[in-house]
Structures are given as structure tokens and as C-alpha cells.
């Protein structure tokens, strides 16, 4: 059998249940794929071929099948691992060994996982970038700040990879490296064993090459049941939410929410324009205010003893954040949490909103992981969002659609992404 | 000068700040109370002498004075600290030293505030209790979580402290051990390098012997300037809870409330009895929830390697947590969302509400540190809440009164804190 690692998490998991292959083979694989591709994507922050397969083995030595028994997994750089160490982007936690694993990273553990390394991020899963390409063309970013984990899930190394996102940083990798990602409602998926960036915006998410591969990770991750799929003849009501930064979009991004809006009327789809509040157009400085405040008291320590080991991107963050006023902190976060309660009334109708993932394709150039905004904007309204890899762009690389749903209505949304994800030519 | 440790914190800082003495000498009087009471009372999980002194002779050497400078400060031994070890109340963390600071810690130490050493807490901020007694009687519990936190300043062995409350762990064992005692609104605070127990519940907070040293701490924590001190002619208005736990308080702690209710009528208040709606008698039930499902995911790392290290009580709460399905989880994050809404039209026209701080007195014995339902009621509410050390019960121990605010409304919390303190007798 060849190439275990470009086979779905869903089917690796089933054959491995039917006793066809051992976890062993699948890293085997994924490793494989890591000797021809590393050298260019630069996907791994931390990576041992050894221990990745000793941790196969366990697993292949326990005798009760986990619902996630074999599937390789890639943990984002800022996610705590008792057995490898977590270097959060950053020089100052050079060879930082924690002691436990974050509890994310456990729980898929127990359920039969096996953890492949460290996904190389953002310095603190900001904006400095790591040295990871896009698998599609190197010359272009993966995105960030969850860069090694989006590039190694698109390049087959791996089957499914944690992101965070404090601003677009599970959704715009995601969509720039052409797969499924997932921001949850804020809060659900528990954060013990994460390194804050801002913890009112923090939000594990996670990324897959199929929309069935998240589901079920995620089920694990919050013990419910898989989500139902969506009868193909469903008729979902859709609010295509253009927002104040529909025009600041490139053209492949609104060609692919227009192209779908085709696709899914075709099938039944009811299509409204869901108009944004006009206070939503502040979102974006708001986002920025609470991040900066949060981020400075976060990395307090950091800066006053290892300053001259942060990039000027954090450290204008910090110095942003530190001239920020429990006034201006206190307002923006009255005003995130009263926008959050005009979407639910905006969401109460619908059966998802649509709108676009990021502002086009990935940029050319490595020294920038791309525009945040379009992902932010649901970062603090705190709702779930999917990018779907649906379309392509100028240039061929990956362009997505984002569906997003009411606070805690994540199950419903997974199974909306089934449907459209039928539908609309992935 | 003798007995520098007794004075308050605000009296320290300004003679720090004319000269009048040194962080050394503060501290020298901190560590001979330590010589006289720890034998006893066992408030701390990590004191050295020679750091403590260390520490504050780096404030000393600074030549710019910051606000809080000279202030000795003791650090929930679940809050990260670079230059201690953080053992979280758990031998599975025994000796373990974090790299870093918690936010809250180095935010303190920027302002001058000398670190002197880690305060006993219950087994991962729970409820397995540490050694520590009651400073006003040793057979007696000083609460808990923040166990040590409270007994220390209580013993004037330290001028404030940190504690933590995902129950009642900073409201109670401020109450018992009759200090003032701080919790937040949710989330303000910043959380980075905490240990998480349940983290939509987990708040930072503080405890001292003055309101004005909170008020002055929680400034620096939050760039705010000082909150403004209430005419004493103000006529607030303030809603008395009596909620559907009024009737299993002691006697002593309705008797606080009722009699704080007759000063303050005196001194122009107008009270009002707030009914809570029906819906909140289920809010300790939800707490339970949210809780359980969090804190079986935060140790889920622990209970796969340590289970041996870990008590019955949290073992309970861990396997508890584990068979709460995302939908009953998700119930219990939906009845918060809706009470938190319920509790700001209720305080809006209020300025603050008057409700008991704990069901009694420190009960007898160090097995339990009391019970958690008169705090967390507002830990899930999310509110800000401050108990006052005015009254005492039967066996002569403390008995506080505790006032709640609307969420966000921290500082004008704590000018009437300020206001009630100067007439309910403390």
C-alpha cells in the first residue's frame, strides 16, 4: 500500500479499525512525503521521524480502537506537548520543554492520535512570519499565523493540524493553502496549555483535507456525536454578507461567493443579502484595540526581560497595547460583546451566512502573511466560521468561500459545509 | 520603625516614595511575622527569605519609583512566576519552575511591587484543601481556594495577594479570614500564565486589608487611574439579593447584610429587594456544569499519567466532566449567556447590589473549606464583586457583606466599596 498520507483521516482511521494497516505505516508515509517536501515548504517547526513513530506504536500497542486511532496530527507551535518541545515562533523559548500537553492535544491522544511534531507559526501567533512556504508555489505565503500547519496539511504530511486565531489565523492559511479550516465559537474548544496571544480573541481551530476529517476531530474534541448530513434536496436559507469590506476584495474572492451563490440556488438554496449593522465597520479597529492590550500585558514579562529577541511587529503591538486606557479597553470590549448579540439576531433567521474567506489569493513574497481583516471581522464576533476550498485564482492558487454560523451552533454549521461542499466543485 | 508589615500598602508605597524607607526594611518585617506565624498558620507553598529580600532590593536599586513601589505582594501558587516554583497545590508539579511570569505577576513587579513568595492553594485552584488555618482561630478553615493568599494578609504577614475564583475561591476565603477580597469582571485581568481549572469561570483577583490598596493595584493591573471616592452624602441605590440561597445562610451573615442595610439607610441610601429571577436558582447547577466539562478537559494530560497524584475530590470532578456531552455543555454555556443578560437590566438602575459574602463563619475543621454557592452564583454571572470585612459571627470570627456591580463596572465597584466601608463598621 503507497501514500497513507494522501488518504482521508476519516478512511485511514476505518482501515486501521479493520485491522488493514498500523498507525506505524500511515507516519511512515507522512514522513516520506516530509523527506521530498520539507526542504522547500518548511512546514515543521519540530519534528523527530523517531519519536514521531514510537508515537504510532503506542498506538499500534493499544488494543482498544480510539474513534481517532491513527490518524497523524500536527500541533501548532504555541499548543503545549510533554514530549516535544513548544518554541512559540519565538527565540526566547529556544528548546522550551513543557511538562504536560495542552489539553487539546491530549484529549486527541486518548482517542488515538498520533502526535507527527511542531507546526512552525508567527512569532506569539502574530504577524512576523516564519520561514514556511505555500506548498502551491513557493514564492507565495501560506498565510499565518498557523502557517506550518496549513502547508503541511495541504502538502499531504500530515492528515490534520491545530491552528489559533487571535485575528485570521486558521481561516486565511487555510484558504491560501487550498483546505478546509475551522475557527469554533470562541471558548469551546479548551485552551489549558496555550500560550495567550489575546485570550478574548484566542480561538483553537482546526485544519483538514475534508470537511468529515474536522467533524470528527472535533467531535472528539467536544464529545458530541458526527454531524448529520444535510439531505442533497435541503433548501438553507444563505445571508451572503458582503460587509464594509466587500469592495476591498479581490475580484477572485467575490467571483467565488457569486459563483457559489449560483451553485447553491441551483440546488435549492434560498439566497438573501444579509446587510451588517453600520457599527460593524469599527470591528476592525476594535479587534486591533483589544489585541494590543491583551498581547501587551501577555508578553509583559517577555519584554521586560528579552525585548531585544522580539520582532518590531510584537513590539509595536506591546508599546501600542501599553498606551491603551481602561477606558478604551473597557469600550471595546462593550462593543464587541453588543455586536455579538446583533449577530445572533442577524444569524436567528438564517441557516449560515456566506461570505468571502480572505482578500484573494496568498501575495506573493514571504515577508507578510496577508490581510487579517476578513477573518478578524468573525474573530470577535466570536462566531464559527469554515473556509472551503473552492475555487482558484489568477495566478492558480487556492481562492475560498467562509460560511459562518450562531455562537455554539458549530454542529449545524459542520453539516451546512457538507452540503456545499457537495455542491459546489471543490 | 517597627512593624512595617501592618501598615497598609498605600502608606507603604507613599513613604517608600519620600524616602522614608526602603523595600528591604519592608519586607525584613514581612519575613519576622513569617519567623512568628508559619509554623501555624502554613499560608505559604514557597517562601525564601534570602529571594524575598533579593527582590526587593532590585526595587530599591530603581531609581524611578513605580506606583506600586515597595508593596510586598504574595502569588497564588498557580500563577507562574520566573524566579519561584509553581507547584499548584498538586505533587505532580513538585519543584516545577515556569520560565516566564504570569501577566499579572511582572505587571506588578514593573510597578515596583516586591514578589515575595507563593501562597498555599487547594489542589488545582479545587477543592482538596492545603494545610492552611485560620489566622483568628487555627481549628477553623480559611477557605479556599486562595487558602494561603488569605491567611497571609489576614496574618499581616504580606500586604495583598493574588487568588483566583472559578467558584468562590477569592470571595470566601477573604470573608473567612476577614480582608477585603476582589473578584473582577470576567476576563479583565489577564490570564496569561495561569493555570487553568474551568476558564469560562476562571477570574483573577485580589485581596488586602484596605480597599484602597485594591483599588490601587487593580489600577496598575488595568492603566486606570484611581477610582473617585463618594461624596459621603451620596444617596446610592442599592437592591438587596437575597436569592433562593438567603434562607441556607447562617444567621450571622443575614444579620450582616441586615444590619449593613440599616446603616446605610441612616447615611441616605435607598434600598430596594432585588428578586432574582426563577431561572438563576438553577445557576449553581450550571456553574457545576460548565465546571466539571472544563476542568476534565484542562487535567485530561494529568488524569492519562498522574492519576495516583490526584485526590478523590478532582478525580470526581475530571470523571464527571468526561461523561458531560457537548450538549448539555452547550445548555450550560447558553444559560449563563442568558443570565449575564438578565443581571445587567437588573443592575442597571441600581448602583450596586447587597447580598451575604459566604454562609457564615470559617466552619470548624480544615477537610473542606466551605461552601462555594454564595460566590458562585456571581462567578458565572460574571460580574464584579468585593466582600467587606465588617461583621463577625457567634465564634468571633469574620463575617463579610459582599457587593455586586454591573459587569464592566469595576471601578465604580470599588468607590462604593470605598463609601460602604467608611460606614458599616469594619
Not at 212 to 229: F, K
Not at 287 to 313: G, P, V, Y
Not at 374 to 379: D, L, N, V
Request: proline share 4%.
Amino acid at each position: 500500500m503507497n501514500s497513507l498520507n494522501k488518504i482521508s483521516g476519516t478512511e485511514i482511521i476505518q482501515m486501521k479499525t479493520e485491522g488493514l494497516l498500523t498507525a506505524e505505516e500511515v507516519m511512515q508515509d507522512c514522513l516520506k512525503q516530509v523527506d521530498v517536501r520539507e526542504k522547500t515548504v518548511k512546514a515543521w517547526a519540530y519534528l523527530d521521524g523517531d519519536l514521531a513513530l514510537k508515537n504510532a506504536r503506542i498506538i499500534d500497542k493499544n488494543k482498544k480502537s480510539g474513534r481517532l486511532s491513527g490518524l497523524s496530527v500536527g500541533i501548532k507551535d504555541v499548543l503545549d506537548t510533554f514530549d516535544m518541545p513548544t518554541q512559540m515562533g519565538s527565540s526566547i523559548y529556544k528548546g522550551w520543554q513543557p511538562t504536560t500537553d495542552a489539553a487539546c492535544v491530549n484529549i486527541l491522544r486518548n482517542a488515538g492520535a498520533v502526535i507527527m511534531g511542531k507546526t512552525a507559526t508567527c512569532e506569539f501567533a502574530g504577524s512576523f512570519p516564519s520561514l514556511t512556504t505555500n506548498p502551491f508555489n513557493l514564492a507565495h505565503t501560506p498565510g499565518g499565523s498557523s502557517s506550518g500547519s496549513a502547508a503541511a496539511v495541504a502538502d499531504t504530511m500530515v492528515h490534520a493540524a491545530f491552528g489559533t486565531q487571535t485575528g485570521g489565523s486558521v481561516i486565511r492559511p487555510a484558504s491560501f493553502c487550498g483546505i478546509f479550516g475551522y475557527k469554533p465559537t470562541y471558548n469551546i474548544i479548551n485552551r489549558a496549555g496555550l500560550l495567550f496571544a489575546a485570550e478574548n480573541l484566542d480561538t483553537i481551530g482546526l485544519m483538514a483535507r475534508t470537511i468529515e476529517d474536522i467533524d470528527l476531530i472535533a467531535s472528539v474534541l467536544l464529545n458530541r456525536s458526527l454531524s448529520q448530513t444535510p439531505d442533497e434536496n435541503s433548501q438553507p436559507l444563505i445571508g451572503v454578507a458582503k460587509t464594509h469590506l466587500w469592495n476591498e476584495a479581490s475580484p477572485e474572492s467575490r467571483t467565488a461567493v457569486e459563483n457559489a451563490v449560483k451553485e447553491l440556488s441551483r440546488f435549492g438554496a434560498k439566497i438573501v443579502e444579509t446587510k451588517m449593522p453600520a457599527t460593524f465597520t469599527s470591528l476592525t479597529n476594535v479587534r486591533n484595540t483589544i489585541n494590543d492590550f491583551e498581547r501587551s500585558k501577555a508578553l509583559s514579562w517577555h519584554a521586560a526581560h528579552h525585548q531585544n529577541q522580539m520582532s518590531d511587529n510584537i513590539l509595536k503591538q506591546v508599546q501600542n497595547g501599553n498606551s491603551i486606557s481602561w477606558d478604551q479597553y473597557r469600550a471595546a470590549l462593550e462593543h464587541a460583546e453588543s455586536a455579538r448579540a446583533s449577530v445572533d439576531a442577524i444569524l436567528k433567521p438564517l441557516d449560515f451566512i456566506l461570505t468571502p474567506s480572505a482578500h484573494g489569493e496568498a501575495p506573493k513574497g514571504l515577508a507578510s502573511t496577508g490581510d487579517a481583516r476578513f477573518q478578524g471581522y468573525w474573530t470577535i464576533l466570536h462566531t464559527p466560521t469554515i473556509t472551503l476550498p473552492t475555487h482558484s485564482g489568477p495566478n492558480g492558487l487556492p481562492v475560498g468561500i467562509q460560511i459562518v454560523g450562531p455562537r455554539y451552533g458549530d454542529t449545524s454549521l459542520i453539516s451546512w459545509a457538507k452540503w456545499v461542499t457537495k455542491i459546489v466543485s471543490v
